[in-house]
């Protein structure tokens, strides 16, 4: 598998999301050859462990975005405490303290209308569980920019809102269980 610059991967999840992405990420092959950037809502005051959480359970690379970092193939970026977490046009990532969009910081929207900038149709927006409905407008930008648009199968999630919210506004958004998602993903690999 050869790393292709102009693709990648963004997943939003909220409530019940750490196991989702515990079905998800431990399944993807050492040699995944796209970024992934994941915004996870989590308590502004509480340090982010989820790298080093997901580091130990993966095979890909994990770690917390930084700012003015430049995205690499096969490794999964977690959006910082606090921080929105955007990519640039370059590929590069920016951090950022403006205010909450969707009572959120990180927020899916910022992360995904930002990545449907950057990535177009090279891009795959997956939402997963939440209670509320940040990541609805982002991956409709994801599909309006060309790129693929997948959601949580809402009857299955932990939290139904936030993946029902995406598929309602983004009539494009194909729903599958995590174990679906997860075989999508792996199938990203061999492109």
């Known amino acids: 598998m050869s790393p292709?610059?102009?693709?990648?991967?963004?997943?939003?999840?909220?409530?019940?999301?750490?196991?989702?992405?515990?079905?998800?990420?431990?399944?993807?092959?050492?040699?995944?050859?796209?970024?992934?950037?994941?915004?996870?809502?989590?308590?502004?005051?509480?340090?982010?462990?989820?790298?080093?959480?997901?580091?130990?359970?993966c095979r890909v690379e994990v770690k917390e975005a930084e700012d003015k970092e430049t995205a690499r193939p096969g490794v999964v970026y977690f959006a910082p405490s606090d921080y929105h977490l955007l990519v640039e046009s370059n590929g590069d990532m920016a951090l950022s303290s403006d205010e909450?969009?969707?009572?959120?910081?990180?927020?899916?929207?910022v992360l995904f209308e930002s990545a449907a900038d950057a990535y177009g149709a090279g891009l795959t927006?997956?939402?997963?569980?939440?209670?509320?409905?940040?990541?609805?407008?982002?991956?409709?930008?994801?599909?309006?920019?060309?790129?693929?648009?997948?959601?949580?199968?809402?009857?299955?999630?932990?939290?139904?809102?936030?993946?029902?919210?995406?598929?309602?506004a983004c009539t494009a958004a194909v729903a599958l269980p995590l174990e679906g998602i997860a075989e999508h993903l792996k199938g990203l690999g061999t492109e």
């Open 4 to 57: 292709s610059p102009d693709r990648a991967v963004v997943i939003g999840a909220s409530a019940g999301g750490v196991q989702a992405l515990l079905a998800l990420l431990p399944s993807l092959p050492a040699d995944f050859p796209w970024p992934i950037f994941i915004v996870l809502h989590v308590p502004a005051d509480r340090s982010n462990v989820l790298a080093p959480l997901f580091e130990a359970k």
């Open 100 to 109: 909450a969009v969707n009572y959120s910081r990180p927020s899916i929207d």
């Open 125 to 168: 927006g997956v939402i997963l569980t939440g209670a509320n409905e940040d990541g609805a407008a982002g991956l409709s930008a994801v599909a309006a920019a060309g790129g693929v648009a997948l959601v949580e199968e809402p009857a299955a999630a932990y939290a139904q809102a936030m993946p029902q919210a995406a598929r309602n």
